[in-house]
């Protein structure tokens, strides 16, 4: 398929074929896994020339890859952004990203609660001479206050980690815009086909490919997604000089969850709603954090920015007990426990640990929450599992 075919495609059909010229590979409805670590020349002429262009040449898979260039180039199109990278990890991924772009006397302003090794990756730069704060904020105002004159790089998540608080995305663009600050969010939770920031002047989208994009629970990666100039400068910096490039492989395995992505996102927000609706009706919790959940203004955010809702929310115990968390996962017989998501498993993670309040309390997150992700099985089966387990309190 040729990329002029692709104007007026779907995103599903973008996930299913786009980028993918199958008459160069035998017709194979399968891209090939092109497993090397170099590429040659027919000329020293011809060598020099694409070593110029690294980022546009196959020249050393670390650099450029045919199968993971495809990759690149259908989240790119998802996200209606210019170009792509892919990453070994969605660490690798976001630590490029920041690494490229801030230098020493910058400050980065996180918003809400964004996944936490990125947090702790943005105060570990405080001793390269990067300064992070972090605001809690209910509307773009607060955001705008806690902007510094060296604010470089305004980071959120909409829905945000853990608690899926929304953020007004427009005036957050218009705020960074306004102050000549970039801005970065993490749209793993929402996935290219339920959230475009990119199309509300958001300038950088990242991706953990591991979760909802892969689907199996087998393959870690990461992308980013931006202008031609931002790629450029993370592909030649953050990328080439941090090594951590995504295998072929990967790739190859990223592609093909992208095909049933659609399918699965549809069939997990099924149940989801079942399990949301549950939740909600249970005497032991006390607030359910998903947007099936939200009322008033989160209910009009989510309504104006997100065009479905994936399978990952959280809930609180009503107890001030925070250890009866561990009774209540440790009944599951299906939510499986276990960190990530996005996989095939349904899976359930308390937040409290036993040595936590004080770094909970900061983070504004209750410590009798309770994080659940939906995965593909029946919700006939995931609600009665999980209700047995509140009952049992």
Partial sequence: MREHDMASWSD????????????????AVAPPIIQTTLFTFPSHADYVRAAAFENDYHIYTRGLNPTTEILGKKM?????????????????????????LLQSGDHVLLVNNVYGP???YCRALAKFGIET??????????????LKGNTKIICYESPSTQMMHMLDVDQIAAIARKHGVLTMTDNTWATPLYQKPLTR????????CTKYIGGHSDTVGGVVISSADIIDRVFTFGHQFHGACLGPMEAWLLIRGLRTLQARLALQQTATRAVVAMLEAHPKVRAVHHPFSFTGDQKRLAEKYLTGYTSLLSFELDTRDPALVSKVVDACRLFRIGVSWGGHES????????KNLDQLRASHIPPELIRVYVGLESADD????????????
């Fill in 201 to 208: 002047g958001i300038d950088i989208s990242v991706h953990s």
């Fill in 118 to 120: 990125t947090a702790a």
């Fill in 133 to 146: 704060d972090t605001v809690f904020a209910d509307e773009a105002g607060q955001v705008e206050a806690a």
């Fill in 76 to 100: 790119a199109a998802l996200e209606r952004g210019e170009r792509a990278k892919a990453f070994s990890s969605g660490m690798g991924a976001i630590s490029a990203v920041l690494s490229s």
């Fill in 382 to 393: 995931l609600v009665p599992d999980l209700e047995a387990a509140l009952d049992g309190l």
């Fill in 12 to 27: 599903a059909t973008i996930c299913e074929h786009a980028f993918e010229n199958n008459a160069e590979y035998f017709n």
């Fill in 347 to 354: 899976l359930i993670l308390p937040q409290y640990n036993g």
